[in-house]
């Protein structure tokens, strides 16, 4: 091809044809400049499908983080539930008095509610590998990545709630286990085969009539109801974020 457009150069100029080769010049360039364009845009093209695929991996891999996530949300939440439920019956503060009246405090209910607590978060490791790795920026639907940004948000409220609780569980709920208790029963709980014959037992009544007994058990059923709120906020963010996912999926099948 290239002789050939070489030859018609030549038989013009041998010709003394100036004007006609000045036009052939142009289209040759013409010709040139549309091969270049055309290379540049199967190029970009190609460039395209790669961000493309290399997104959807990316959503893909995020809905199943995601999917797994959320049940763990939800399972952290029912634990929150039950300790909540379980504070409430050892202050004898159940708004049904039925239920109140029929519930015996015994050393496992009373360890159970003052020392159960959850600190875990759902895992969340496709999401802070690529954000660590900056390849976040491949989620080209805005929407998606603004809902990001409030996922995070609402998990670091989650984080500082968690904190929080536990810094008070830590530090004062510990002081029911120095001052108030005979911890010696409880242990029975944790390890069977030893015997407590010898041991006073505890008198729950007496002990969660103490003010400042009932006041950080209090305290922490306070703390326990923000953590299910920021528990479920963060939840709704996840359930939201796999429908936004889900269905920019669905237009790439």
Request: hydrophobic share 40%; aromatic share 8%.
């Amino acid at each position: 091809m290239i002789k050939f457009f070489r030859k018609i150069r030549q038989k013009l100029i041998e010709q003394k044809k100036v004007q006609s080769y000045f036009l052939y010049a142009i289209g040759e360039i013409v010709l040139v400049v549309i091969g270049i364009l055309i290379a540049l845009q199967i190029n970009n093209w190609n460039e395209s499908r790669k961000e493309n695929s290399e997104e959807t991996a990316v959503l893909k891999n995020l809905q199943e983080n995601l999917t797994l996530a959320k049940q763990q949300s939800e399972a952290f939440i029912l634990q929150e539930e039950n300790l909540k439920q379980s504070l409430i019956n050892i202050l004898d503060i159940n708004s049904d008095r039925l239920i109140s009246k029929s519930i015996v405090i015994t050393d496992s209910i009373f360890e159970d509610a003052v020392w159960d607590l959850q600190t875990n978060l759902p895992t969340f490791n496709t999401y802070n590998d690529l954000k660590n790795t900056n390849k976040l920026s491949l989620i080209k639907n805005k929407s998606i990545y603004k809902k990001f940004n409030d996922f995070e948000f609402r998990m670091n409220l989650l984080k500082d709630i968690l904190d929080d609780r536990l810094n008070v569980h830590q530090i004062r709920i510990d002081d029911i286990v120095e001052k108030d208790i005979n911890f010696i029963p409880l242990i029975k709980y944790n390890i069977p085969n030893i015997s407590i014959e010898k041991e006073t037992p505890n008198d729950y009544s007496q002990i969660l009539s103490n003010k400042h007994t009932r006041n950080l058990i209090g305290i922490k059923l306070s703390f326990t109801q923000d953590v299910i709120n920021y528990r479920k906020n963060l939840n709704k963010e996840i359930q939201e974020l796999l429908l936004l996912i889900t269905a920019e999926l669905e237009t790439r099948e």
